[in-house]
């Protein structure tokens, strides 16, 4: 009787073994910069929202990748108490994300034509959510077009959803005016203003005041991109970032004219070079020079 039991148990057993070694593994989760390759593989999965950023409509008109939905940037941009060009409210994003079909367990993989601002804008609005699953494309429109992939003029069919609200926003992530002037006299947190050097000098720029915050360190955030507009080495990006003191062990604030490109350098310390505290402060010098009391530098450093 019981040489039976063992029998059938190991039948049973084999089985399992035969099953599991057979079974199709699930695609592992892309890091948060993805190939074409990749995107390519998966641009038709249920889980994935391709999101179309570039600066245009005309351009998705043209030729996008497919499954891929149109966002212009400038739609996550809307004033908040008088200041042009902030975040958009949580209320209203998570209204954008369900039209678009996007819930929170969405892969959600954003295109510009390169790696530049703005892909990464709206990952930080999604960690501002607390979305875990975003990613870059890397190399962008323009790397898939010179791979040989496929574009589309067809839309997508997509079914709205509910994108939960969360109950509060997720910290670490955004800077607020009270932060940032706390940062100016702290000396622990590195301010990092990622406009071109003649604005951070003070010798152009649209704003009521021109300088910088003070305390504040340059880095331009196109001088993260290398060769085709695609981010540089990773060794070579964390070397030119110590060289300023922006390093991981410290927090960092980074800003630029109106909050938008400073994603870039957000998306490239937080997620290329893995620095753990990294916000932005989207006010950035648009906020700061509208306060008088505030005080602004100018000139070499």
Same mark, same amino acid.
């Given at each position: 009787?019981?040489?039976? *039991? ?52 005309? *351009? ?9 939905? *149109? ?6 941009? *809307? ?223």
């Amino acid at each position: 009787m019981h040489s039976r *039991f063992a029998v059938a148990a190991l039948v049973v057993l084999s089985f399992v073994v035969l099953s599991n070694a057979t079974a199709q593994p699930s695609p592992a989760e892309p890091g948060r910069l993805v190939s074409t390759e990749w995107l390519d593989q998966h641009k038709s999965d249920p889980d994935v929202r391709i999101v179309d950023m570039r600066y245009g409509v005309k *351009f998705y008109w043209e030729g996008h990748i497919p499954n891929a939905v *149109f966002l212009h940037p400038d739609a996550l941009r *809307f004033p908040e108490h008088g200041a042009p060009e902030r975040m958009m409210p949580p209320e209203m994003l998570v209204k954008v994300l369900g039209r678009m079909g996007i819930n929170r367990n969405t892969m959600v993989v954003i295109y510009a034509e390169e790696v530049d601002s703005l892909a990464p804008y709206l990952v930080w609005q999604l960690d501002c959510l607390g979305h875990k699953r975003s990613a870059v494309l890397d190399g962008g429109y323009t790397k898939w077009l010179a791979d040989g992939r496929t574009k589309t003029q067809e839309y997508p069919v997509i079914e709205p959803c509910a994108y939960q609200l969360p109950a509060k926003p997720a910290s670490g992530v955004r800077a607020t005016l009270a932060e940032v002037k706390q940062a100016t006299t702290s000396g622990g947190t590195v301010l990092l203003d990622v406009r071109p050097a003649a604005q951070f000098t003070g010798d152009g720029g649209p704003w009521i005041r021109k300088g910088r915050i003070p305390g504040a360190v340059n880095r331009d955030w196109v001088l993260d991109l290398g060769i085709g507009g695609r981010l540089k080495e990773a060794d070579s990006l964390r070397l030119a970032y110590a060289a300023l003191g922006v390093k991981p062990d410290r927090p960092v604030i980074v800003y630029c004219g109106k909050g938008l490109r400073s994603t870039n350098t957000y998306f490239v310390l937080k997620y290329v070079l893995g620095f753990p505290n990294v916000k932005v402060y989207d006010g950035s010098f648009s906020e700061w020079a509208s306060h008088p009391e505030l005080p602004v530098e100018s000139g070499p450093k």
